[in-house]
């Protein structure tokens, strides 16, 4: 497909100002000046069609599925740095979903279940706990202690980020990850051994 009928295709973008069209390399699927369409899986074309239902395509929709697909996460190579927002999130939804489910049970066990009441007593939790294996507490509380920590420490880092600190060298992003693990790992094994 020419550039001239790409520009035919959809005159509202140069229309309304976009006249890069025309400086795109024609290395691009849809401004190749080849005849063949360029290469789309089967899958790729069943769900564009699938989604639109018809074959009554304008003529936009069906330049945008003659568009060569992005790879996305096929092809991308996953670093623990590129995880460590991700697992800031999943920290941070642990520890606030932790403290609404025990703060609402709190409230509205007296509520629902009046017979219930003694269930979030200390004295009740530390009478179960009294009875459970001394390993399994060390487990559970390493496991209760560690997306804090964790958190701690990775907002600590986004803050030093904030500052500008350590944001001139590549290589201190990725180090600075692993420190944050290590510090979180260190202090959770502490805490758990109290």
Same mark, same amino acid.
């Given at each position: ?99 609404? /489910?025990? @703060?609402?049970?709190? +409230?509205?066990?007296? !509520?629902?279940?009046? *017979?219930?009441?003694? =269930?979030?007593?200390?004295? &009740?939790? /530390?009478? @179960?706990?009294?009875? +459970?294996?001394?390993? !399994?507490?060390?487990? *559970?509380?390493?496991? =209760?202690?560690?997306?804090? &920590? ?45």
């Amino acid at each position: 497909m020419s550039l001239r009928k790409t520009v035919q295709l959809n005159p509202g973008l140069i229309k309304h100002g976009n006249a890069r069209l025309g400086r795109i390399p024609p290395r691009h699927g849809i401004f190749s000046s080849s005849r063949s369409p360029p290469q789309i899986n089967s899958y790729t074309r069943m769900l564009a069609t699938f989604q639109h239902g018809s074959t009554n395509l304008t003529p936009l929709e069906q330049q945008r599925l003659r568009r060569p697909v992005s790879p996305h996460m096929t092809i991308y190579k996953w670093q623990y740095q590129s995880l460590t927002s991700i697992l800031q999130r999943f920290s941070g939804i642990f520890l606030a979903g932790g403290l609404y /489910v025990f @703060a609402t049970g709190y +409230v509205l066990t007296p !509520i629902v279940s009046p *017979g219930y009441t003694d =269930l979030f007593d200390i004295e &009740t939790i /530390v009478g @179960a706990l009294r009875e +459970v294996p001394g390993w !399994i507490k060390g487990v *559970g509380k390493f496991a =209760l202690s560690m997306p804090f &920590t964790y958190h701690f420490y990775n907002g600590v880092k986004h803050l030093m980020w904030d500052l500008g600190v350590g944001l001139s060298h590549k290589r201190f992003f990725g180090r600075l990850a692993w420190v944050v693990a290590g510090f979180s790992v260190v202090s959770s094994l502490g805490l758990a051994v109290l």
